[in-house]
Antibody
């Protein structure tokens, strides 16, 4: 069974940093692209960023709203995905989901973690 | 960026009703569209990919259609467990984008 378990959320001050983790199990992480998606309180889904798989050199893509501040990384040997968030703003407050990209990349996100809440506030 | 506009944003319906949600893209995206269902406090669930193909395990009362710029998600006979928020997502270009969501509530 595919499982994604996110962790690392919490309260952080504006300008601060936080590192989210996502533990993957039940599949071969190195075969898949992986995404982060966030959802601000009471709002819709916003795609944050992507790391491609080993075959595609682990390259990354980001939403404009986080580019230069957030970094997606992965350690396939530890079955883990990370989102390093720097220079946090109040508008980054959201539940952050890690998600597995389907084998056919253009199909969508076929498995999701439970989400971890990040609150940016002074 | 490709914008996705869902209509309606809010829909009130009864068990047994047939409902249709529309997703319009600001430019052509071929069939690179997915649909998700989200219930309060839960992660989204993957329903449909390539505009019209049901993910394994999704009930056959769900169907998707469309290509280019206009897409629809139809639920043929609403069940109590279908009351949720639905999102479309385009996977044609980066940045990947979602529609604003359609909240489906019980009448």
């Amino acid at each position: 069974e595919v499982q994604l378990v996110g962790s690392g959320g919490g309260l952080v001050q504006p300008g601060g940093s936080l590192r989210l983790s996502c533990a993957a199990s039940g599949f071969t992480l190195s075969d898949h692209y992986m995404d982060w998606v966030r959802q601000a309180p009471g709002k819709g889904l916003e795609w944050v960023g992507r790391t491609r798989n080993k075959a595609n050199s682990y390259t990354t893509e980001y939403a404009a709203s986080v580019k230069g501040r957030f970094t997606v990384s992965r350690d396939d040997s530890k079955n883990s995905l990370c989102l390093q968030m720097n220079s946090l703003k109040t508008e980054d407050t959201a539940v952050y989901y890690c998600a597995r990209v389907a084998t056919v990349v253009t199909h969508g996100l076929d498995s999701w973690g439970q989400g971890t809440l990040v609150t940016v506030s002074s | 960026d490709i914008q996705l506009t869902q209509s309606p944003s809010f829909l009130s319906a009864s068990v047994g009703d047939r409902v249709t949600i529309t997703c319009r893209a600001s430019q052509g995206i071929s069939s690179y569209l997915a649909w998700y269902q989200q219930k309060p406090g839960k992660a989204p669930k993957f329903l449909i990919y390539a505009a019209s193909t049901l993910q394994s395990g999704v009930p056959s009362r769900f169907s998707g259609s469309g290509s280019g710029t206009e897409f629809t998600l139809t639920i043929s006979s609403l069940q109590p467990e279908d009351f949720a928020t639905y999102y479309c997502q385009q996977l044609q270009n980066y940045p990947i984008t979602f529609g604003q969501g359609t909240r489906l509530e019980i009448k």
